[in-house]
């Protein structure tokens, strides 16, 4: 396995305005279940990248910010791959461990659905397969091959579309026995889904340990920060901080 | 062990390659075979990508789609495509959805019951092609067929429109969603038919009134490839973006500023900046000069000071209307050429659009923005007349008309193509017009929707993925650009579909009509073959060739052709701001007056839009992304007025219109919508249309009294008030958010760290 590359993304939350083009992209290049309605309603809807939206404003007694000085804040929430995940010393059977290209993986045919490691997520990024996933059978035509299908007592998780990164390393270097780069994984395909869709070119994804990688430039920037950062698990996914003029007077 | 002949030449196969392997094939290839990989790189098989284009909701995306084994797998965004340039929506993605859709139409149907009793027979296509035929030389006069579609445009609009022409009937284009108001105003002050493009990449500040420009107004992706830039774009400092609009759209949430107004005072709100601008001496000379006529008293009675409490702007972190409006102008005069006014949606939905639209488009000329870089770009027409053909659509007043028509037998025979007038127009009672014995209703549909289910005879239709067609984006990117859409799978065995272009065109030689272009053409791909030989002779933009073979390969590769070396005319003279004025007056919002009554403010879906994506499973689970609320219709309730009235998340309440129709829907619990206003999204209420929009929310179209925008006689939709009376009842929202509200935390815990420092 090539062991030089570190995959990481960086999220600038300026630019998100929330649409959900990412989400529906992972749904689709993941075969994840559709969400129907009683998921929902049972909180077990399945996305592997989210959007969470946060109210932000003036606030009144009950702690609820009020109209019209209120403003709506996104995120986009995805597996941060932590270089000290919380959820992997915990799995007894190592369904999940870190490799050596900085992703935390999750093999599901080791997987004995034990949900320790959910329990330990601090990001809510893993989901447990409460059910078998249920298409009606033409929609199995739309299913992407390169990616498994996790049955009933799985775990699953975001896995930067750990499918599109083989394919780029096995053509790439193993084929054309050249170096990956951010071009190549552009003119592929092969960035994750999420980061192929994003309209606003939110989300970036590449190689950190390649100095010229627009991720590692970008992981620079003065507006970075991780999330939770204060619980040390060290994530390979970093965020820069929303810019709001009027912030300042209304913190 | 027995070996069948099947299972020994797979063997034999993999060991040739396993002896052929150990010479050529580098060691990384074997150590990704190990059984200790993931099981992810173990496919085998080969992918193709093709090209193609589809307006799966709002406007048109280049789309590249994933094909293995002769099935769509994946769709992403064509890199090259000038105006999504690689990204594209969650409605793209959705069409593969549509393509293997469950409750697909497997063959021509003809009613055996009851009209609207879903009893069908399968048919032949021949029985289905000669009956249709039949009825369309059967009729005793040509105007008594009414070609109801989408509002097509390019080679497939030529087609429909040449048909409806050589076959003297009527036709209607149906979409609630077009700016038929921001059309009309583009056309008087622009002189332009197509939507200009703002340059949202390049400008400093924009403004925008009510068009939700990030969601589902004009060109969201291509327009949210220019805000990406607009705020973090390296080289350049952070744009500024002030929303104005009574509802808080997700446009509004992204902006800098939120600017809540009362809704059909968008135009005096312009006006009021205008004057500062004039009075202030903010703008550029020459454009006051020409738009005032030398008068700078002409927006006198629109000075902030006198108007500003009309308008219901709220103090907004303590500053007072009238600073506002003076910041807005100094602002917006500030960045000159880069600077955008933008209108749209609920602004010109009013019974008063074109003046608010009329008003606000004229502050681009004030600061000098019209035909700027940073500022609003005029397209060019199409490359040819064919791509450029557009069905425009049918405004709600002619709408009236031509469903009194129908409910007076004045039409026999009703085509319905890429629209769902029993949805749309429920206001209306479509149903009901066309629920006669004398009317014979043809749906071309996909998948079942509420027309198709009072049809006589259903033909199915190709996916957008499994036909050609042709469109030139409604908002370009400043320069001509022609989309062309090709099948990218065959439909399935089970499936048997037929191109609508090639059911017209089938129709058009049996009828004998087919004397001419492109209706003497044998099918729809040969049409769109001639109008690229049109293109070809331009020997222009980004494909050329001498040979057509070589030429249609190249366009149909790449998805398209542009052309960047086309401009648009040059700016029009400027508006005199005194013919805007004259035009001035006030919304009349129609409705139930009293207790309980709100301004109810509908607004389009950011995945259903109007109703089109309903049967679309991952349409129907994409959260909002402000309430977070799938599968449903929901209420949008100040959190206070809630409160007062004693309304829980969750509770039914009942939405009476001015039509004295009603729906119920669940109450949402939303911190930032106005008080006095209630939102409901559009795109539910659907009865007939499949599994997964059948009997699911409400239709807040159903209870528009239908008023009108005076000067067009587009629907203006935000002109209505309703009365809100609790239902009695409750049961949980499904939404993505948890069941307590998240609130962003002091800022050393926040999950969304701000800074003020751009």
Known sequence: ?251 | MKVSRRDFLKLAGLSTVGAVACNIFPDREFQEQSPLRIPEDMVTGVDNWYATTARGGIETEGLVIRVMEGRAKKVEGNPLFPTNQGAHSMRSEALLQELYHPDRIPSPMRRVGARGSGQWEPITWDDALNTLRDRLSGVSNRNQMLMVTNSMRGSMANLAQSFAQAYGGRSAALDLMHETVAAQVVRDLFGQDRMPVFDIRNSEYVLSFGADFLATWGSPIQFSKGYGHFRQGEGRSRGTLVHVDPRFSLTAANADQWVPIRPGHEGRLALSIAHVIISEGLGSAAAVNAMTGGNRNVLEAYAPERISHELNIPLIHGKSPVDMIKEIAHDLASHGPRSIAIGGGSAGAHTNGYFNLAAIYALNFLVGSVGQQGGVILNPPAPTPEFGAFLNPTTVRDWQGIRNDIAGGAVRLVMVRGADPVHSLAALDFAGAINRDDVFVVSFATVPNDTSHMADLILPERAALEDWGSDVPNIGPGFQVVGIQQPVVNPLPEYDPMGFGDVLLRMAAELGIANKAPLNHVTFADVLKDHARGLQALNRGSVRNASFDAFWNRLLQQGGWWDEGSRGAAPPAAPRLADIVAMARDAVISGPTGGNTFNLLAFPHISLTDGRGANLPWLQSTPDPITSVAWTTWVELNTDTADLLDLKEGDYVNIEGPNGRSFTARVYHHPAAPKDMISVPMGQGHRNAGQYAAGRGANVLEILGLPVEERTGALAWSSTRVRLTPAGRNDSIPKFEGIVPAFQLSEHEAIVKVTNEG
């Open chain 1, 1 to 251: 396995m090539a062991s030089h590359h570190k995959w990481g993304m960086v999220v600038d939350i300026d630019r998100c305005t929330g649409c959900q083009a990412c989400v529906m992209a992972c749904q689709a290049e993941n075969n994840i279940a559709v969400n129907e309605e009683v998921h929902f309603l049972s909180r077990r809807a399945h996305q592997w990248i989210r959007i969470d939206r946060y109210w932000d404003g003036d606030t009144k007694e009950k702690g609820v910010v009020t109209w019209p000085d209120v403003k709506a804040r996104f995120i986009p929430v995805l597996c941060q791959h932590c270089e000290n995940a919380p959820c992997e010393p915990v799995c007894p059977v190592y369904a999940t461990y870190h490799n050596n290209q900085g992703l935390n993986v999750q093999v599901y045919n080791r997987c004995i659905g034990t949900r320790y490691c959910a329990n330990n997520c601090p990001y809510q990024v893993r989901f447990f397969n409460f059910r078998d996933p249920l298409w009606p059978k033409s929609l199995w035509n739309h299913l992407n091959p390169d990616v498994t299908i996790r049955s009933r007592g799985i775990m699953e998780k975001c896995t930067f579309c750990i499918q599109r990164i083989r394919r780029a390393e096995r053509v790439v270097e193993g084929q054309r026995g050249e170096q990956l780069d951010d071009a190549k994984l552009k003119a592929g395909n092969w960035m994750p889904a999420c980061v192929n869709a994003c309209p606003t070119d939110t989300l970036i994804f590449g190689d950190l340990n390649d100095p010229n990688s627009q991720v590692s430039r970008k992981s620079q920037d003065p507006r970075h920060y991780k999330l939770l950062e204060e619980l040390g698990t060290d994530p390979n996914v970093v965020y820069l901080k929303k810019v709001d003029p009027q912030h300042a007077q209304h913190a």
